[in-house]
């Protein structure tokens, strides 16, 4: 498919999307949602935020994990590098936030930005298997939504296949570890540009996955998904939402599911969409649980997407170094740089 193809395949994508939402929201009793928002609790919905803050500098920590075997060891960049991509994502199609945190850290700590882009590939998979952990241990603890409860199939399987992928990435890298880690920089460039950024690619993607690194990730991503699940919780709380807990982590988990594709900016519409007919599914209201999910969202998209704008409005708003310049460090050894 050529670029202009996937690109008319989004929009028409989106478009669906959109006149769905509007479909739907023409059946909300809006009046209902608002006096749900209105009436919300300040200092829950602050609590909400906090943690929804401490849940994003776990995932930055995550990533830390891998990053700083490449050769940039900061912390503080990684969780920049954090901040810009999850706020990035709400705003630029396709994941583009996760391209800006590869930039963003390749020019600040002079890095491979292959190797970035294998610690980006790395922590998405353990996010994503953590997330297909919960989804398929889920139903054999809590009660679930029918709907959801019969992804406990697919969510096994695909669990199964996951951790078959990681066991090798880890049996190879366990291989790779006896000799010391080359950086992906390192490796010469041979066969055309392309050829050799895959190559660093690969090399990244062989040395960083060790069990001494996997395992802390996991960990720090199942406690990121606990925190997720509160900020849930606490908002339905301010709102007023008789939602339990377990309502609360089953609409995590549909909502997360539905951004494996995401057909609007942040998924706008589709969110509100999902997490109130997991909610009618417990018996809460339709029209309340629309209103809790505008402000579950604004909650997780305004104060990122703004920390993004701030930290790195290059990135966002595509401006390009001054005439003359040199060219950032790391940056080079992108295709087509």
């Not at 377990?246 to 951004?259: G, H, I, Q």
């Amino acid at each position: 498919m050529t670029a202009r193809a996937r690109r008319l395949a989004r929009w028409a994508a989106m478009a669906a999307a959109v006149a769905l939402v509007a479909a739907l929201a023409r059946t909300v009793d809006w009046s209902e949602s608002w006096r749900a928002i209105r009436g919300a609790s300040p200092a829950l919905l602050l609590a909400a935020g906090l943690v929804n803050l401490a849940s994003l500098v776990v995932r930055g920590t995550r990533w830390w994990l891998f990053l700083r075997a490449t050769g940039a060891p900061s912390w503080a960049v990684a969780l920049r590098g954090a901040v810009v991509g999850s706020g990035l994502n709400n705003v630029l199609p396709a994941n583009g936030g996760d391209a800006a945190r590869v930039l963003l850290v390749a020019r600040r700590e002079g890095v491979s930005s292959a190797a970035v882009l294998a610690t980006v590939a790395l922590d998405r998979l353990v996010e994503f298997l953590s997330c297909v952990a919960l989804l398929a241990a889920a139903p054999l603890v809590v009660p679930l939504p029918a709907a959801l409860a019969r992804w406990r199939v697919p969510g096994g399987i695909a669990l199964v296949v996951l951790l078959v992928l990681v066991g090798v990435l880890a049996r190879r890298a366990a291989v790779a570890a006896r000799e010391p880690f080359a950086p992906a920089a390192a490796l010469p460039e041979e066969r055309g540009r392309l050829r050799a950024y895959l190559a660093r690619f690969a090399a990244a993607m062989t040395g960083l996955p060790t069990p001494r690194r996997l395992a802390p990730a996991l960990a720090l991503s199942l406690l990121s998904w606990i925190g997720q699940a509160l900020v849930y919780h606490l908002t339905a709380r301010a709102t007023g939402l008789p939602a339990s807990l377990v309502a609360s982590v089953a609409a995590m988990l549909a909502v997360n599911l539905a951004f494996l594709v995401q057909l609007t900016p942040g998924n706008v519409g589709i969110f509100q969409l999902l997490y109130a007919l997991v909610m009618a599914a417990y018996g809460v209201s339709h029209d309340a649980a629309v209103g809790t999910a505008v402000v579950i969202q604004a909650l997780q998209i305004l104060p990122i997407t703004l920390l993004a704008l701030l930290l790195a409005p290059e990135l966002a708003f595509h401006r390009t170094p001054r005439a003359g310049g040199a060219t950032p460090p790391g940056a080079g050894d992108l295709p087509g740089v």
